[in-house]
C-alpha cells in the first residue's frame, strides 16, 4: 500500500528541533513513500496576538534548509515534498495570499490555531461543556471566513481543539450532532472551490481521535469530496509517520479508494 505522510514538521517550525535530515530518516524506517513538510507559518504571533514578521521567511528558511540537507545527503531515502502549513490568515489575508503563492512550494495547508477573542486554543482554559462548545462553534465559524480566502489546498485538522479539552478532563468533539449545518457549510465550500482536508491523527496518537471524526470525513466523501491526505502532525523523530496507517484504514471505511499528493500546487491521486 502506498503510504505518504502529509503533515511533517522539522526545526524550521518554531515549535520543532528535529533537522529535516532526522524527520526524513525517521519516516523512511516507518515505511514512508512520502512526505511533504509542512512547517508552521503563522501569522499570528501565538504570544503577542500581532502579525508575525517571521513568516515572512519562512519559505526562504524552508529552501536553505532543504538545500542544505540535499547538499549533505543528495540521495534522499523518499520522495519529499515541501509545503507549509499557513496559519491564522485572516489577521492579514493579502500577506497571507502572497506567502502561499510562493513557487518553491508543493502545497499549502490553511490552518487554525488561534481564535480572535479566546487566543492560541492550547493556551485556553476550558470551564465547562458550554464552554468548549461555544468555542467549537466559533472555531467553526472562523473556518468558514478562512474557506472563502483563495490561499490553500486543504485545510488542516479540522476540530483539533479537541486536544486540548480532552486534555482538561472535556469529552467534547466536533460533531455532526452538535455542529452539522456549519460543518456542512464549511465542507461545501472547500469542495466547490477544489480543496481538500487531511485527516490528522496526531489525535488519535494523543488518544482522543483524529481530526475531523470519521463521520465528518465520511459527509465529505459522500457530498463529493475527493482531495484528502494523511498526516501524522509530527514534530519530532519519535513521532515519525504515528498511526498514519490507521488513518489510512478511517479513510478507505469512509469510502476513499484514493488519496492526494500534491507537486507545485497540482494534485494527483494515488491508489490507495
Known amino acids: 500500500m502506498f503510504l505518504a505522510d502529509y503533515h511533517v514538521h522539522s526545526d524550521v517550525s518554531q515549535d520543532s528541533r528535529a533537522s529535516m535530515y532526522e524527520m526524513v530518516e525517521a519516516e523512511a524506517k516507518m515505511g514512508m513513500e512520502q512526505i511533504c513538510f509542512t512547517n508552521h507559518c503563522d501569522m499570528c504571533d501565538w ?33 519529499v515534498r515541501l509545503g507549509l502549513e499557513l496559519g491564522e490568515p485572516l489577521f492579514d489575508t493579502e500577506r497571507a495570499q502572497a506567502i502561499a503563492a510562493s513557487p518553491e512550494l508543493d502545497m499549502v495547508m490553511g490552518s487554525l490555531h488561534i481564535l480572535q477573542d479566546y487566543g492560541d486554543l492550547w493556551n485556553v482554559k476550558f470551564t465547562s ?11 467553526m465559524d472562523e473556518l468558514i471566513k478562512m474557506a472563502e ?18 486534555q482538561q478532563g472535556w469529552d467534547e468533539k466536533l460533531s455532526l450532532e452538535g455542529y452539522g449545518d456549519k460543518i456542512e457549510h464549511l465542507l461545501r465550500l472547500l469542495i466547490d472551490n477544489g480543496r481538500g482536508i487531511e485527516i490528522n491523527c496526531s489525535g488519535i496518537r494523543d488518544g482522543c481521535g483524529p481530526f475531523p471524526d470519521p463521520e465528518i470525513i465520511k459527509l465529505y466523501k459522500d457530498m463529493g469530496g475527493e482531495i484528502i491526505t494523511v498526516g501524522s502532525d509530527a514534530h519530532k523523530a519519535g513521532d515519525a509517520a504515528k498511526c498514519i496507517r490507521e488513518g489510512y484504514e478511517i479513510i478507505k471505511s469512509c469510502g476513499f479508494e ?15
Open 129 to 139: 461543556p458550554e464552554h468548549c462548545r461555544q468555542i467549537f462553534h466559533d472555531y
Open 258 to 272: 484514493y488519496v492526494s499528493t500534491f507537486k507545485k500546487r497540482k494534485c494527483e491521486f494515488v491508489k490507495i
Open 149 to 166: 480566502i483563495d490561499y490553500f489546498d486543504l485545510m488542516a485538522h479540522i476540530g483539533y481543539g479537541r486536544r486540548y479539552m480532552w
Open 47 to 79: 504570544h503577542t496576538y500581532q502579525f508575525n514578521p517571521s513568516c515572512l521567511t519562512r519559505v526562504s528558511e524552508t529552501m536553505e534548509k532543504y538545500n542544505a540537507m540535499l547538499a549533505e545527503h543528495p540521495i534522499l531515502p523518499i520522495d
